[in-house]
């Protein structure tokens, strides 16, 4: 059975770091990704990498915490991380992680995808 679950979220304070974690089961992926969805709003793509080749560590980044968050992988462990740094109020959101057995030019992950329950990320002011 395929399973996406996260972990690392918690609650901070303005300018600290939290290091997310996806643990991936059941499945070998070719797109892995971020997203969270805050209270009210829509579901926002954070972060994206590559997994399918063990060469291309290419990203994507939404512009609101590109130089904040690092995306990175660890096939051997099927683990995905998110390197949350510098948070922001504007950062606190479910934290989902998705992945796709498709190589998306977008790094998206798509709805129909594999999704992980989430892990929430509070960042007080």
């Known amino acids: 059975q395929v399973q996406l679950v996260e972990s690392g979220g918690g609650l901070v304070q303005a300018g600290d770091s939290l290091r997310l974690s996806c643990a991936v089961s059941?499945?070998?992926?070719?797109?892995m990704g971020w997203f969270r969805q805050a209270p009210g709003k829509v579901r926002e793509f954070v972060a994206g990498i590559r997994w399918a080749d063990l060469n291309d560590y290419s990203t994507y980044y939404t512009t609101s915490v590109k130089g904040r968050f690092t995306i990175s992988r660890d096939t051997a462990k099927n683990t995905l991380f998110l390197q949350m740094n510098t948070l922001k109020p504007d950062d606190t959101a479910v934290y989902y992680c998705a992945a796709s057995q498709t190589y998306y030019s977008d790094y998206r992950p798509r709805p129909n995808d594999y999704w992980g329950q989430g892990t929430q990320v509070t960042v007080s002011s």
């Open positions: 059941g499945r070998t992926f070719s797109t």
